[in-house]
C-alpha cells in the first residue's frame, strides 16, 4: 500500500510557490474580485491540479447511491435532535446545548484552524503559544496527536483519491462499483481506515517539525491530559451552574460531561469523518483538483469551513476555504481575527491568476 502511483504526486503539498498573502486593507474585498473576474479555462492548473487523471472515472456513483451515503451521515444527527427533544427538562436544557456548541465549536476549530490549516498546511503564521493553544484545543477532540494527523493528511494529499491516500472512499477494483461498492468506500473513508490493520505513515518524512522537541511535541506527548480537560470542563461548568442554581451539583455535572464531553466528541469526530468521506462523494467541483473532492455545503456549516473540500484540495496551502461570499467559513473567519488582532500574519489565499486557472 505504500508504493507510489504511476502518476501520483508523491510527496505532501505543504506549500505552493505562487501564493499570495493578504493586504491589510480588506483582504476580503481583494479576494472577493479575483472571483468575481475568474472565468472558466481549459488549462490544468499546473501543479496544484495534480498529475493527469481521469476524474469522470466514478461518475458511475449515482445520485442514488449519493443518497445513501449521505443517509447514513445526517440519520444519527436527526437521532442526537429527537433525543434533545424528548430528553428535554428531564436530561438536557439550555445549559446542556451551550456546553455542547460551545465546546464543540472550540474544539472543531482547534482541528480545522490547528490541525490542519496550521500545522498540515502552514496556511498562516502564528507565534509559538498560538500554536500550543491550537495544539491543546485540537487535541481535546480526541482525534490524537498534531504529528500523527500532520502525517496521514499530508499522506491524503499527497495521494488523493489514490492508492496510498489512507482514507479515499474510492475503490481501484471494478467489483466494488454500485451501491454496496459506494456503501464499503464510504465506511473505509469515514472510519473503517483507522480500525483497520494497517502501517502508519512515516512521521519523519510527512511531519519532521513535530518529531524535534517543541511546545506542540510536549502538548503531543501529554494527549491524554488535554482530552480529559476537555471532558472535565464542560463537567465542572455544568456542576457548577447546576449547583448554584437549583443545587443538582452531581446530576448536572454528569450531564455536563455528557453533552459537552461525550455527545461533543461523537458530533466532532462525525463531521471531521464526513469530511474524508461525504466530502469525497457527495457535492460539486468547482475547481479542477485532479481527485474526487466536493464542495459539500452542509459540512461547510458544520464543519466550520472544512466542508468546501473541492477548495481546498484545489488550493491546499489556502487559509481560506469558503471561496466565495456564500460559501460560510468559521475557521475563515477566526483566521482573520486573528491577523487583524497582529496575531497570526503571512496568511496565505490563492492568487487571482490561480482561481482563474483552476476553475472546472
Ligand atoms: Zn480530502
Ligand atoms: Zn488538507
Same mark, same amino acid.
Given at each position: 500500500?505504500?508504493?507510489?502511483?504511476?502518476?501520483?504526486?508523491?510527496?505532501?503539498?505543504?506549500?505552493?510557490?505562487?501564493?499570495?498573502?493578504?493586504?491589510?486593507?480588506?483582504?476580503?474585498?481583494?479576494?472577493?474580485?479575483?472571483?468575481?473576474?475568474?472565468?472558466?479555462?481549459?488549462?490544468?492548473?499546473?501543479?496544484?491540479?495534480?498529475?493527469?487523471?481521469?476524474?469522470?472515472?466514478?461518475?458511475?456513483?449515482?445520485?442514488?447511491?449519493?443518497?445513501?451515503?449521505?443517509?447514513?451521515?445526517?440519520?444519527?444527527?436527526?437521532?442526537?435532535?429527537?433525543?434533545?427533544?424528548?430528553?428535554?427538562?428531564?436530561?438536557?436544557?439550555?445549559?446542556?446545548?451551550?456546553?455542547?456548541?460551545?465546546?464543540?465549536?472550540?474544539?472543531?476549530?482547534?482541528?480545522?484552524?490547528?490541525?490542519?490549516?496550521?500545522?498540515?498546511?502552514?496556511?498562516?503564521?502564528?507565534?509559538?503559544?498560538?500554536?500550543?493553544?491550537?495544539?491543546?484545543?485540537?487535541?481535546?477532540?480526541?482525534? &490524537?496527536? @498534531? /504529528?500523527? +494527523? %500532520?502525517?496521514? $493528511?499530508?499522506?491524503?494529499?499527497?495521494? =488523493?483519491?489514490?492508492?496510498?491516500?489512507?482514507?479515499?472512499?474510492?475503490?481501484?477494483?471494478?467489483?466494488?462499483?454500485?451501491?454496496?461498492?459506494?456503501?464499503?468506500?464510504?465506511?473505509?473513508?469515514?472510519?473503517?481506515?483507522?480500525?483497520?490493520?494497517?502501517?502508519?505513515?512515516?512521521?519523519?518524512?510527512?511531519?519532521?517539525?513535530?518529531?524535534?522537541?517543541?511546545?506542540?511535541?510536549?502538548?503531543?506527548?501529554?494527549?491524554?491530559?488535554?482530552?480529559?480537560?476537555?471532558?472535565?470542563?464542560?463537567?465542572?461548568?455544568?456542576?457548577?451552574?447546576?449547583?448554584?442554581?437549583?443545587?443538582?451539583?452531581?446530576?448536572?455535572?454528569?450531564?455536563?460531561?455528557?453533552?459537552? &464531553?461525550? @455527545? /461533543?466528541? +461523537? %458530533?466532532?469526530? $462525525?463531521?471531521?469523518?464526513?469530511?474524508? =468521506?461525504?466530502?469525497?462523494?457527495?457535492?460539486?467541483?468547482?475547481?479542477?483538483?485532479?481527485?474526487?473532492?466536493?464542495?459539500?455545503?452542509?459540512?461547510?456549516?458544520?464543519?466550520?469551513?472544512?466542508?468546501?473540500?473541492?477548495?481546498?484540495?484545489?488550493?491546499?496551502?489556502?487559509?481560506?476555504?469558503?471561496?466565495?461570499?456564500?460559501?460560510?467559513?468559521?475557521?475563515?473567519?477566526?483566521?482573520?481575527?486573528?491577523?487583524?488582532?497582529?496575531?497570526?500574519?503571512?496568511?496565505?489565499?490563492?492568487?487571482?491568476?490561480?482561481?482563474?486557472?483552476?476553475?472546472?
Amino acid at each position: 500500500m505504500l508504493s507510489h502511483p504511476p502518476h501520483g504526486r508523491t510527496h505532501p503539498t505543504i506549500s505552493e510557490p505562487h501564493m499570495t498573502t493578504l493586504p491589510s486593507d480588506r483582504p476580503h474585498d481583494r479576494v472577493a474580485h479575483a472571483l468575481a473576474a475568474s472565468e472558466v479555462t481549459t488549462e490544468p492548473a499546473a501543479e496544484e491540479s495534480g498529475p493527469d487523471f481521469d476524474t469522470e472515472a466514478h461518475e458511475h456513483v449515482s445520485n442514488t447511491e449519493r443518497l445513501i451515503t449521505l443517509t447514513f451521515v445526517v440519520v444519527p444527527f436527526i437521532g442526537v435532535v429527537v433525543a434533545v427533544v424528548s430528553l428535554w427538562g428531564v436530561g438536557v436544557s439550555w445549559l446542556h446545548l451551550a456546553l455542547l456548541a460551545g465546546m464543540y465549536l472550540i474544539t472543531a476549530l482547534g482541528i480545522s484552524v490547528g490541525y490542519h490549516r496550521l500545522f498540515s498546511h502552514k496556511a498562516f503564521k502564528t507565534h509559538a503559544f498560538m500554536r500550543v493553544f491550537f495544539a491543546i484545543i485540537g487535541a481535546m477532540a480526541a482525534e &490524537g496527536t @498534531v /504529528r500523527r +494527523f %500532520v502525517a496521514n $493528511h499530508r499522506r491524503h494529499h499527497g495521494h =488523493s483519491d489514490r492508492e496510498g491516500d489512507p482514507h479515499s472512499p474510492h475503490h481501484h477494483d471494478d467489483d466494488e462499483h454500485g451501491v454496496w461498492g459506494t456503501i464499503k468506500g464510504f465506511f473505509h473513508a469515514h472510519v473503517g481506515w483507522f480500525l483497520k490493520k494497517r502501517e502508519h505513515p512515516d512521521e519523519a518524512k510527512y511531519a519532521p517539525e513535530f518529531v524535534k522537541p517543541s511546545g506542540v511535541r510536549f502538548v503531543d506527548k501529554t494527549n491524554a491530559v488535554w482530552v480529559t480537560l476537555g471532558l472535565a470542563i464542560p463537567t465542572a461548568i455544568g456542576s457548577v451552574w447546576g449547583g448554584l442554581t437549583d443545587g443538582t451539583w452531581v446530576t448536572s455535572g454528569v450531564l455536563g460531561l455528557l453533552w459537552g &464531553g461525550i @455527545v /461533543r466528541i +461523537f %458530533v466532532v469526530h $462525525h463531521v471531521t469523518w464526513s469530511i474524508n =468521506s461525504v466530502c469525497h462523494l457527495w457535492g460539486t467541483r468547482p475547481f479542477k483538483s485532479g481527485d474526487h473532492s466536493r464542495n459539500n455545503a452542509i459540512f461547510g456549516v458544520l464543519g466550520v469551513g472544512e466542508g468546501w473540500h473541492n477548495n481546498h484540495h484545489a488550493f491546499p496551502y489556502s487559509s481560506r476555504h469558503g471561496l466565495r461570499w456564500w460559501e460560510f467559513d468559521a475557521g475563515w473567519v477566526v483566521i482573520r481575527t486573528l491577523k487583524a488582532l497582529r496575531l497570526a500574519w503571512d496568511v496565505r489565499v490563492p492568487a487571482k491568476e490561480r482561481l482563474e486557472k483552476a476553475r472546472g
